[in-house]
Each structure stands twice: as structure tokens, then as C-alpha cells.
């Protein structure tokens, strides 16, 4: 039993004792334990029951049914209908990959010795790291030298962590979600002032005005949007007309748990609420930028993935080259010049066991052997410039969102210059510049669950999160989510820079004044992206002066060293 228990619970799961009687019941009940683990979409705080049924009724039905992967054509544009079978096609597989434990427990050496065998024949040797020759250039005396740096945390997980796994953290987790949303609604959104509670609506009224966190949503048989909200106080049903394209607009962009205001009318019948208009937080039309007096610049260098075969060697080894100053033009030494910080936010490593079959495109199958690659390739970095670095999905922390800093024992691997540990997400300063860093896992749940996002375009995702006020709204979708007593998914304070990761793609955008950046990769194309018709924009580094507010990007994928 204790074993059964400590493959959950590695995994931030508690067992419920029904579900543990029924995995006890089996003829084997370690492997069917381990059949669980395998197909999980994700590691929920609670195993129940009905959960574990859910997942022998789908594998059921995968089994009875196998899935045909309609043919892919990269190069031409789908029309409207095709682009949605296309969708549907990126969910299936998302959801196979999402499916996968983070961290697979170790393999039995003697059960497993015929299959070892057979795969020695198959495995690549790994190539130790080659020394990187760069040369000294006289010159260059970059001026960011001449600067110390000034890295304030302002919120972050890390040293806070509150959950027990306890329903009352999920209380309290959803109810700072809602004060906090709420707040920002009654100051800045004059449209909703006027709000009373759900158990305040009297048939008597005609106009009303709510705030309330989405229970539900649905479209009815007559294409209307059914929204179901509730309060402290109790809960009430919204109609979104089909004839009101705006407000079904609107509508399309409500997702389940996020908090919104509403504006509706009591309808005939007194039993719903036609709604008027729909109020998301949002963030003032135009942001004053910060600007500092100190000409320095600061990178973001996301999706390294060290470990995995895809790594792009040549173009990584320009990167540090240009840094140093051993590479580019005029101008692009300048920027090399004045670059004090680099953010690195999440995914430093490949992982281990993250999707399915990784193990084959591994070059490095220890993840600790992958953290100390990377901080020998850190070595080669200008002592300088600080790094931050955040984790992500493929990284050695919790799954679970908000993801504290990494452990001790990562920690140690790197020295020499001055790195800072950060979780994932975290609002933190330069030189009194704003900047919210966060990976990035929920762009794959706004894109799937809001029909006219795409994840290739992932600026647009963010301008959408911002508008929200949130980063990962939705409870049991891609991104695994802690009930912490803090929402610390919540975005309270307007960074001046808002940068993300894991989609593996370049782009530069602004909303209402915010720099938006996602920020590129250092791998190309996997297997799974390849089955998923997505190319990856690799090997690019965006960039943002701190002086001017300016940003920009540096494209080391057609350089080599």
C-alpha cells in the first residue's frame, strides 16, 4: 500500500480511500497503479474514484476506436473548416502529450533487462560538451560593466508555499481569486460600481449589475451562451443573445473560473439574466512606460532545453559568441555591449519523461547531467550579466502552477556570477522596470478553449491574459494548478514588460502600452511538433533597451560558429 501511495503522492496527489480500495481490488494492483499514473491528463490533488473510472472508460474507447491522424500540409493556408479539424487534432494530441508523468519512476533493472538489450543497439553516445573557443577581443569593454545590478523579487511563490491539498485551500484559493478581480473591477471599470451581491437580485428589478467567477458555460440548442456565475452569496444564470453578435463576442471569451463583471437585464420569467454587456478587468488604455538613465539592455532566453538532441549546437555557440563581443556588426555589438540581464524563463533543460517516446531524442538521459551541461555552457556568459532563471514544464520542480524556484541541489551547479532563482510566474524589477515572467503552460489552454486564438501567435493569447487580469483561469485543463491561499496566477500590478516561453515561437507586440514578448526557443523541431504540423521560430533572442523601452531581437539561425 505504501508504495501505491508514495507513486501518487510523488506527484503532488492524495489518494482518496475509495480509489484506494478500488486499485487494491485489481489482480495487480502496483500496475494498475501505474496504468493510472501513465494516463492521467494531469496530477490532480485528489485521486477519486470516479476519476479513475473516467480514465478505464476512455482507454476503453481508444482501444475500440483507433484515432486516424488526418494528413497535415504546412505550406497552405486552411480554410475556415479545415482549420478546425486542425484544432480538434492539436487538442487530441496535446491532450496524449499532457497525459505523460513529469518525472517516471525508476525502471527495475532485472524486470526490464530483455528490453534494455534490445535498445543499446539504438542509443546514441553522448558527446561530452567540445570547449568553445572565443576569441578576446581587445576592444570591447562593454558598458553594462560599469553598472551594478538592481534586481528587486516583488511576488513570487517561492519560501510561500501554502497548500496542504485540503478542500479550505481550494477555498481559499478561489476567494482571493475573487476579492482580487473584484477589487480591480469596483476601482477602475465605472460599468460595474454599482454591483450588488447574487442574493441581493429581487424579481422586482429590471437592471442588474454582478460580479461573479464562472461556474458554468455552455451554448444552447438555439446557438444562444449560457454562463453561470456565482459569489460569496449564491448563484445566478446569464443568457448571451445569438442576435447580440457583440455580446456573443464576448461571450466566446469566457472561460471556466475566471472572474467577471456583468451588466444584464431580469428577464420575463425571472428565472436568467439577458446580459447587457460582459466586463473583464482589463488594463487601462495606455500605460506609462518606464524608462531608466543607465543605457542597458536586458535578453530572454526561454526554451534552452539542454539534454535533448534537437538542441541547436552552431546557433547557441553564435549566441555566446555575440555576448561576448566575438561576433556580429556594429550595431549589434552595441547591444551586446549594454546587455546586463538575461531572463531566462522556464524549460532550461529537455526533462526527462515529459511527452511520450522523449527518451529517444535525449542526448542527455540524467536530468542532473542536463543542469550541469547548461551551467558549463553558463560559464561562457560574461560575468557581468545577471541571470534569472525560472522554471518550467520540462524542469525538476512540482508540476503544479505557481512553480517555485528550483531546489538546493540545482542551485549549487551554478556559480560564478551572479544568478537569481525566481518562480514561475514572478513579478520582479530592473533597475525599477516591471517585468512579469511566467513560461507560459495556459497559452495552450486560452488557444484551445477560445476558438480564434492560436498558440502559434502567442502575443495574442497574452493581450488576452491581460485583458483577464490572469494568467491560468481554468481549474483541470493543460496547466496543472496548486490551491494556494494566494493567487499568485493573478495579475494585480501592469508590468511594463510581460514575457512567456514554452510555445517555442518569436514575438514582439504591445497592448495598451505592455511589452509583450515570447521568447523563441533553442530547439528545433521535435517529432511531436512535426505530428502537429507546428515548425518552431528558433535560435532568436529578443531584446528590450531599459533606456529607450524599445525592443527588439537578435536572429542567430542562419549563423554559425
Not at 473516467?54 to 476506436?65: G, H
Not at 446557438?223 to 453578435?245: F, Q, V, W, Y
Not at 507560459?440 to 488576452?464: A, C, F, H, R
Amino acid at each position: 500500500m505504501q508504495s501505491i501511495i508514495k507513486l501518487f503522492s510523488d506527484h503532488g496527489t492524495f489518494v482518496m480511500p475509495d480509489a484506494l480500495t478500488y486499485i487494491f481490488s485489481k489482480e495487480k494492483p502496483d500496475d494498475f497503479a501505474a496504468f493510472l499514473i501513465k494516463n492521467l491528463r494531469e496530477y490532480p490533488l485528489f485521486l477519486a474514484l470516479d476519476i479513475i473510472k473516467d480514465i478505464e472508460d476512455s482507454t476503453q474507447e481508444l482501444t475500440e476506436t483507433p484515432m486516424t491522424i488526418p494528413p497535415q500540409t504546412p505550406a497552405s493556408p486552411l480554410p475556415p473548416v479545415e482549420k478546425t479539424i486542425e484544432k480538434e487534432f492539436q487538442k487530441k494530441m496535446l491532450s496524449k502529450i499532457y497525459s505523460k508523468p513529469s518525472f517516471p519512476k525508476e525502471i527495475n533493472e532485472e524486470e526490464d533487462e530483455e528490453d534494455t538489450e534490445e535498445e543499446q543497439p539504438q542509443q546514441e553516445e553522448k558527446k561530452p560538451l567540445q570547449p568553445l573557443d572565443i576569441k578576446t577581443v581587445k576592444s570591447w569593454k562593454p558598458i553594462a560593466r560599469d553598472y551594478d545590478s538592481e534586481v528587486r523579487i516583488i511576488t513570487d511563490i517561492t519560501g510561500k508555499r501554502t497548500s496542504e491539498g485540503t478542500t479550505q485551500d481550494f477555498v481559499n484559493l478561489f476567494r482571493d481569486r475573487y476579492q482580487g478581480i473584484r477589487k480591480i473591477l469596483t476601482t477602475q471599470r465605472r460599468e460595474i460600481a454599482q454591483f450588488i451581491p447574487i442574493n441581493r437580485i429581487k424579481k422586482t428589478m429590471v437592471d442588474v449589475q454582478l460580479i461573479g467567477i464562472v461556474k458554468n458555460v455552455k451554448t444552447t440548442h438555439n446557438g444562444h451562451r449560457l454562463i453561470e456565475i456565482e459569489d460569496e452569496t449564491g448563484s445566478a444564470t446569464l443568457m448571451a443573445l445569438k442576435s447580440n453578435t457583440e455580446i456573443m463576442q464576448l461571450a466566446n471569451e469566457v472561460m471556466f473560473d475566471e472572474v467577471i463583471g456583468v451588466v444584464g437585464k431580469i428577464s420575463k420569467n425571472k428565472d436568467l439574466i439577458i446580459v447587457q454587456n460582459i466586463i473583464f478587468p482589463d488594463i487601462k488604455m495606455h500605460q506609462d512606460r518606464k524608462r531608466i538613465e543607465p543605457p542597458l539592455c536586458v535578453a530572454f532566453l526561454s526554451d534552452i532545453h539542454i539534454g535533448s538532441k534537437m538542441f541547436m549546437d552552431a546557433e547557441w555557440n553564435a549566441f555566446l559568441r555575440w555576448i561576448n563581443g566575438d561576433l556580429g556588426n556594429s550595431r549589434q555589438r552595441d547591444v551586446a555591449n549594454k546587455l546586463k540581464y538575461l531572463v531566462v524563463p522556464g524549460d532550461l533543460v529537455d526533462g526527462i519523461g515529459i511527452y511520450p517516446n522523449q527518451e529517444k531524442e535525449l542526448s542527455i538521459s540524467n536530468i542532473y547531467d542536463q543542469y550541469k551541461a547548461l551551467a558549463k555552457h553558463f560559464e561562457y556568459i560574461p560575468d557581468h550579466v545577471t541571470i534569472l532563471l525560472q522554471p518550467g514544464n520540462h524542469d525538476a520542480v512540482r508540476p503544479a502552477e505557481p512553480q517555485p524556484a528550483f531546489e538546493k541541489e540545482i542551485r549549487d551547479l551554478f556559480s560564478g556570477k551572479e544568478f537569481i532563482f525566481i518562480g514561475n510566474p514572478s513579478y520582479f524589477s530592473l533597475h525599477g522596470v516591471n517585468i512579469l515572467s511566467y513560461h507560459g503552460q495556459s497559452l495552450l489552454d486560452y488557444s484551445t478553449n477560445i476558438q480564434y486564438l492560436n498558440y502559434n501567435q502567442p502575443t495574442e493569447v497574452m493581450k488576452l491574459m491581460l485583458k483577464k487580469r490572469h494568467l491560468a483561469p481554468t481549474y483541470g485543463g493543460y496547466t496543472p494548478l496548486a490551491p494556494e491561499h494566494e493567487d499568485y496566477m493573478l495579475i494585480n500590478q501592469v508590468p511594463d514588460i510581460f514575457v512567456t516561453g514554452h510555445v517555442h515561437t518569436l514575438s514582439i507586440d504591445n497592448y495598451r502600452g505592455v511589452i509583450l514578448i515570447n521568447a523563441s526557443s533553442w530547439q528545433s523541431q521535435t517529432s511531436y511538433q512535426k505530428m502537429m504540423n507546428f515548425v518552431p521560430d528558433s535560435a532568436k533572442l529578443p531584446l528590450v533597451d531599459l533606456k529607450t523601452g524599445n525592443a527588439t531581437s537578435m536572429d542567430f539561425s542562419k549563423t554559425s560558429t
